[in-house]
């Protein structure tokens, strides 16, 4: 994860911070995950609390900015996320050349930010209509902060993902940085087959090994800064002892 400043507008963006402190900032994240061996950078406006299921376009600007300031420091395929809107997510990946995007596409939820009821149709036609389809779309199905309406089940929940084509199914934890349930992790693998499962949430050094017996692949975030906490800078040692560990 690369956890961006909080966009303009937003509470949280109110500090004294000069706009090329906040780049040069970021640059170090990216720098540190990259030398500490990952795969893929994921950029989120993960400080723009209290989060909202609809952004301003001023959200997805301030990202593209920031993507574009790094741009020529990326040296893995980076993707978007922009909480919790899938358009405006997708609309910003195809703007900034990302390969991939992740959010709640599909499902309905009753989440500590209001009912959550993404439009799947309205998801990939935003793709196609962007002549991006060369962008991947991760779907959270057990998303953070929400819960499941009508008690349709992950195993539901993973089959509808990838009989509508999604690309990825994820799996979260209750919250950022807290640990998945391992159950809906095998309950999605086990139905979903041909669409690989990720864990979302709450990977660490000493829980990776058995995350990767049953998921396809991680996005970590909170465990990879400073002292673990989430809105910390990312801690290269970290990460380095997080990709020894994933290799073995």
């Known amino acids: 994860m690369v956890h961006l400043p909080a966009s303009v507008g937003q509470p949280q963006a109110l500090g004294a911070r000069s706009v090329r402190e906040l780049i040069s900032g970021v640059k170090k994240d990216i720098l540190a995950l990259q030398n500490g061996g990952v795969n893929g950078v994921l950029f989120c406006n993960e400080s723009d609390l209290p989060y909202t299921n609809r952004l301003k376009s001023e959200v997805a600007a301030w990202a593209a900015f920031f993507v574009g300031a790094v741009f ?20 910003t990946a195809a703007a900034t050349d990302a390969k991939f995007v992740r959010e709640v596409m599909c499902g309905t939820f009753a989440s500590d930010m209001g009912l959550l009821a993404p439009d799947p149709a309205q998801v990939l036609e935003t793709r196609t209509r962007l002549r991006a389809d060369h962008i991947a779309l991760f779907t959270n199905i057990v998303p953070e902060f929400a819960s499941a309406l009508e008690n349709r089940t992950v195993a539901q929940r993973a089959k509808a993902a990838s009989y509508f084509g999604f ?49 396809d692949g991680v996005i970590v975030g909170s465990s990879l800064k400073i002292d673990g906490k989430t809105f910390n800078p990312v801690d290269e040692n970290r990460v380095k002892e997080l990709m020894l560990a994933a290799r073995k």
């Open 72 to 91: 020529d420091s990326l040296k893995v395929p980076h993707g978007i996320n922009l909480l919790w809107d899938p358009i405006a997510s997708i609309e």
């Open 167 to 215: 690309d990825a199914i994820l799996i979260s934890g209750p919250v950022a940085g807290e640990e998945f349930s391992i159950d809906d992790l095998m309950e999605a693998k086990t139905t979903a087959k041909d669409v690989p499962v990720i864990a979302n949430t709450g990977v660490r050094a000493a829980n990776i090994k058995k995350t990767l017996e049953v998921a």
